[in-house]
């Protein structure tokens, strides 16, 4: 028999007046009452919280493609959950603006009383970083240390086990070779589109040429353009010359993984094709947005202490300004562009193909 309930109080429920007590700040335990120190806690609080809700949503897609097959009705669901990711980064960067509202000399009121404290220590930001695929190869030192030897022990575990375990780019990189329709009913999509991207060079080759209204030095410069475009193509037409780049680590997804991807890109208007490209839209989405919070981070932190050493002991504005590029995970899926065709020159699909590309059912 259930026993019998008091009412549910909105402010047990959430734990409300723990999450009230939780902000301490240092300048008034030492009798300077820094005005800006409680907002600088707070925004930092709900960073986190957000940053927990992030992995929340990250955990769960990991576990949706952590399978051999993957039930496409889930792919939905998980798209969704980054789609929930995207809107949470909105507000972390919008969060940035209300912490500006604290000026450089209100900060330097309780700055010095941070050290060595950075938050630089969010060992849920760096779990997120490797859960979403980071290459650890591809991080900076830390005031001339690895990134997690500045945190505790048992934070430095968790911050290890997401850098070894299963990963959003590394189960992504898995799903998109197992994509069928590389090789469907008699059509290989990489012969046609070979075929497809060396028509189109020609042709461009040809209309410079047979241009009567360049001068020989134009036409010079337009064929240096078309034979670098060449070469751009190689890079991914050759499977050997697309694994040197990704030995030189220029590259990360797998060659099969990288067709998989440009495949889905151009003929996403197929209907089946219409969920994985929003997956793969998701996830550069994400990857803009962090690309982004960095960049306003980075200008926020030069506005703040101007080229002054972190309370961490980095390099500070110069530190977080270098990571903007280097830390993005997708950057592959970002490149596809520079592979893509007209819609008018694609391949065209066989009708069979075609037909398993979109959504019919079969009267009996």
């Known amino acids: 028999m259930n026993q019998r309930k008091s009412p549910l109080y909105y402010a047990d429920y959430l734990q409300l007046q723990k999450l009230l007590d939780s902000q301490s700040p240092e300048s008034s335990k030492r009798g300077i009452h820094a005005h800006d120190e409680m907002l600088f806690i707070i925004v930092h609080q709900v960073y986190e919280l957000w940053f927990k809700q992030i992995l929340h949503e990250m955990d769960s897609v990991i576990a949706t493609f952590d399978k051999d097959y993957v039930d496409e009705r889930e792919v939905g669901i998980a798209v969704h959950r980054l789609n929930r990711i ?11 603006r209300v912490l500006e509202t604290m000026t450089a000399l209100d900060f330097l009121e309780f700055r010095d009383l941070l050290n060595p404290a950075s938050g630089f220590q969010s060992y849920q930001f760096r779990t997120i970083e490797n859960k979403l695929g980071m290459d650890p190869d591809q991080r900076l030192l830390y005031n001339k240390e690895a990134y997690y030897s500045h945190l505790a022990d048992a934070h430095q575990e968790i911050v290890r ?3 070894t375990g299963p990963t959003i780019f590394s189960l992504l990189e898995r799903w ?9 009913h008699g059509f290989n999509f990489w012969s046609h589109y070979r075929e497809a991207v060396n028509a189109m060079l020609d042709a ?22 078309v034979l670098a475009n060449e ?14 780049l990704v030995e030189l680590r220029k590259r990360r997804l797998s060659h099969r993984a990288t067709q998989a991807a440009l495949l889905i890109e151009l003929y996403r208007d197929e209907p089946i094709l219409h969920l994985p490209y929003r997956l793969l839209s998701a996830l550069m989405d994400i990857d803009e947005n962090f690309t982004t919070w960095r960049y306003r981070h980075a200008l926020m932190v030069q506005r703040m202490i101007g080229n002054k050493i972190g309370t961490g002991g980095s390099t500070g504005y110069n530190y977080l300004k270098a990571t903007v590029d280097k830390y993005k995970v997708f950057a592959d899926l970002f490149n596809l562009s520079t592979f893509l065709i007209p819609r008018s020159k694609l391949p065209e699909l066989p009708e069979e193909v075609r037909r398993n590309l979109d959504f019919y059912y079969a009267q009996s």
Not at 213 to 224: F, N
């Open 204 to 225: 461009d080759r040809q209309s410079v040429l047979n241009n009567p209204l360049s001068t020989d030095e134009e036409k010079r410069k337009q064929l240096a353009e």
């Open 231 to 244: 070469e751009n193509f190689a890079a991914i037409l050759d499977e050997k010359k697309h694994a040197e």
């Open 161 to 163: 086990a997401a850098e």
């Open 86 to 96: 995207t809107e949470i980064q909105k507000l972390l960067i919008d969060e940035l």
């Open 176 to 184: 998109l070779e197992r994509t069928p329709f590389l090789d469907f």
